[in-house]
């Protein structure tokens, strides 16, 4: 079946500084791909997607581009913020199940 | 306010005392799901729902039972709660032609002693 697998964190950033957590998937065809943030005491909210190869997805500063070759999807910020501080999780669809799978999830936290 | 609504938050119950956690949607979505939420393995799909009446299962359901009775709620049952249901819940639902973006519920923290 279809996998995700992302960076272990936590990562530990300053303020403005450039960031990047990795995202590498399994899957059978060209799924669509997510990335969805958990904010401490929330629940999951979809932050962007991307529904083919080459297709960036972008939202609040963030994006992450659909790279088929090396079956990849790299979210990036160029400068965070302390606001950003939360956990992070890859996804792609199981559509047998009508599943969502979810990478294991890395916790950012943004220092002022 | 489009929301999904969990109760409670925060149990804690001992080994053997049946629990239900309620999950309510006001989108009229279709699908409805649980997971949990344990670190270092993600999400993990407990039942999910396509309609009123139809459930099946995820990829951890064992101890669990789930009903969709009305198409609002979708309750996750624990008939005889173990410690290793401990675990972080979390309902989401979607509406049937746009299943990948999940709205979610705030969790419930659950700890069975």
């Not at chain 1, 969805?36 to 500063?61: C, I, W």
């Not at chain 2, 949990?36 to 101890?63: A, C, F």
Request: glycine letters at 8%.
């Amino acid at each position: 079946g279809n996998s995700v697998t992302q960076m272990e964190g936590p990562v530990t950033l300053s303020e403005e500084a450039f960031l990047t957590i990795n995202c590498t998937y399994t899957a059978t065809g060209y799924p669509s791909l997510f990335w969805y943030v958990q904010y401490p005491g929330e629940g999951l909210q979809l932050l962007l997607k991307a529904t083919k190869a080459d297709d960036k997805g972008s939202n609040k500063g963030f994006e992450a581009t659909y790279r088929k070759e090396t079956t990849s999807f790299h979210l990036e910020k160029g400068s965070v913020q302390v606001s950003d501080s939360a956990v992070y999780f890859c996804a792609l669809p199981d559509t047998g199940r009508r599943a969502l799978t979810f990478g294991s999830g890395t916790r950012l936290q943004v220092q002022p | 306010e489009a929301q999904v609504t969990q109760n409670p938050r925060y149990l804690i119950t001992v080994t053997g005392k049946k629990l239900t956690v309620t999950c309510s949607q006001n989108m009229n979505h279709e699908y409805m799901s649980w997971y949990r939420q344990d670190p270092g393995l993600g999400l993990r799909q407990i039942y999910y729902s396509m309609n009123v009446e139809v459930t099946d299962k995820g990829d951890v359901p064992e101890g669990y039972k789930v009903s969709r009775k009305e198409k609002r709620n979708f309750p996750l049952i624990l008939e005889s709660p173990s410690p290793n249901q401990t675990s972080l819940y979390f309902c989401a639902s979607s509406r049937r032609e746009s299943g990948e973006k999940l709205f979610f519920g705030s969790g419930t923290q659950l700890s069975v002693l």
